[in-house]
């Protein structure tokens, strides 16, 4: 409509000519209209895209692109993660439950379409008048017209996991207490717990601390992961080592 307001604009016979040539060829009208919109069209779809991208760098390790996984509106690009099964779990279960912006119930029905088959997810979706934008449930609008978006990673599992660095450590290592420093954000928890204490009950301790039973997390100290099957022994921990955790989300 810029340029039609500009024309109008003009005083004389140029004004009448160029309003009288625009009902003479309406197409050209329709057909900026088009590139406006198409043009606004591509705009959204590259931001959707940054979206996703940034949302699933935390947990795709690898895009195989010329292989797809699920069919119809549950069709995306199979992926691999570097995290361990349990953890790709929890990082997927902790997404649907910080979904806090949006129509809960949109959630809801996206959540369960994502765990059914394609069938009954389509069927679903249709519904609940849910606009798939590029035909699958990766981006859609919901009913009031606002959008979803879906990391791949909650869609469909990958096609490979990471593996647990399980650690060999001596049945007869003698259990002792050591006093620790859970750091998260700007919060640090000295806590005293067993040197055989394993990683998932480290975290444990950590999420009631931050009274967030549900919560995923990461834990690190001197530059390795601590993970959920090892015993803090097998990482050399001993009074005063800090551990830091990080949020999976």
Known sequence: MGCFNSSSGEGGANGNRSRSQQRMNPSNHAGRNGNRQFGRQREISNAIERELKE?????????????????????????????????????????????????????????????????????????????????????????????????????????????????????????EKIKLKLVHMDKTFPIEVSNTTKGSELKGILREKLNNPEGSVRLFSVGQEILDANPLTGYGLSNDFVVISKVMC
């Open 55 to 175: 949302m699933e760098e935390r947990v795709v390790s690898k895009i195989i692109s010329e292989k797809s996984v699920g069919s119809g509106i549950k069709r995306t690009s199979a992926y691999e993660t570097n995290l361990v099964e349990t953890e790709f779990n929890e990082v997927r279960e902790q997404f649907w439950k910080t979904r806090t912006q949006g129509n809960p119930a949109t959630w809801g029905l996206l959540k369960i379409a994502c765990e059914t088959d394609e069938e009954t997810a389509a069927a679903m979706v249709k519904e609940h008048g849910a606009v798939l934008i590029d035909g699958t449930l990766r981006a859609c609008y919901g009913p009031s017209g606002e959008l979803y978006c879906l990391p791949i990673y909650v869609i469909n599992p990958p096609e490979k996991y990471g593996t647990a660095n399980v650690l060999n450590v001596p049945e007869n290592v003698a259990e």
